[in-house]
């Protein structure tokens, strides 16, 4: 059984960095697409930021050049890099990753940026 940890969140200003981890209980090199999800009240969850299995990085427009996505192997820990946060960033931000076709969420961690 997979589990995935959110944490790093809080009330942070805007403009600053944040670099939340996504613990993985498993072998988090097997865990592949891995995608960071963020939610905002009244909006579906949608991705930021995916790192497929071939390496290959994906970002939504709205974060290009201000997040970044990587894995710590040795740590079995994801990370969302976000720099140059914006109040429109605030949301519960969620990790997923597959192992094989079986689908793994994180419970979520809390961003909020005030202006």
């Known amino acids: 059984q997979v589990q995935l940890v959110e944490s790093g969140g809080g009330l942070v200003q805007s403009g600053g960095p944040l670099r939340p981890p996504c613990a993985a209980s498993?072998?988090?090199?097997?865990?592949?697409?891995l995608a960071w999800y963020p939610q905002a009240p009244g909006k579906q969850r949608e991705p930021v930021a995916t790192?497929?299995?071939?390496?290959?990085?994906f970002y939504r427009d709205s974060v290009k050049g201000r997040f970044t996505i990587s894995r710590d192997n040795a740590k079995n820990t994801a990370y969302l890099q976000m720099n140059n946060r914006k109040p429109e960033d605030t949301a519960v931000y969620y990790c997923?990753?597959?192992?094989?076709?079986?689908?793994?969420w994180g419970q979520g961690t809390q961003v909020t940026v005030s202006s």
């Open positions: 997923r990753a597959y192992r094989g076709l079986t689908e793994h």
């Open positions: 498993g072998i988090i090199s097997s865990l592949h697409p």
């Open positions: 790192l497929a299995s071939s390496g290959t990085i």
